[in-house]
């Protein structure tokens, strides 16, 4: 099990960008390394929908809507996953959630039930 830790959400206004970060502690790099990690978010009376995933190499996954604009990534030296948001529009308004899986594959995973472990969230709201 590990902890994640969100950070840089925020308000911005229709067309700017943000990046969000997941700090994974009580896991050592060589762990993290094996992990898959989802970003996820959530909207008011809405489920919880997958955004992007990243694997144990770095090979990306993206939902309909975040690509082209989303970008996932992560530092294996500082156990830290990215989310960089660009051209942001209100419809991205929502609470995001990082996620981690043990997964030491090529898989993608898309779906919330996939992953054990989550972060607290971070709100990020885009303006008109």
């Known amino acids: 099990q590990v902890q994640l830790v969100e950070s840089g959400g925020g308000l911005v206004q229709a067309g700017g960008s943000l990046r969000l970060a997941c700090a994974v502690s009580?896991?050592?790099?060589?762990?993290?390394?094996?992990?898959?990690m989802g970003w996820f978010r959530q909207a008011p009376g809405q489920e919880r929908g997958f955004v992007a995933t990243?694997?144990?190499?770095?090979?990306?996954y993206y939902a309909e809507s975040a690509k082209g604009r989303f970008t996932i990534s992560r530092d294996y030296a500082k156990n830290t996953v990215y989310l960089q948001m660009n051209s942001l529009k209100p419809e991205d308004t929502a609470v995001y959630y990082c996620?981690?899986?043990?997964?030491?594959?090529?898989?993608?995973?898309?779906?919330?039930?996939?992953?054990?472990?989550w972060g607290q969230g971070t709100q990020v709201t885009v303006s008109s």
């Open positions: 996620a981690a899986r043990f997964a030491p594959t090529n898989t993608y995973y898309t779906n919330r039930n996939d992953y054990n472990d």
């Open positions: 009580a896991a050592s790099q060589r762990t993290f390394n094996n992990y898959a």
């Open positions: 990243i694997n144990w190499r770095s090979g990306t």
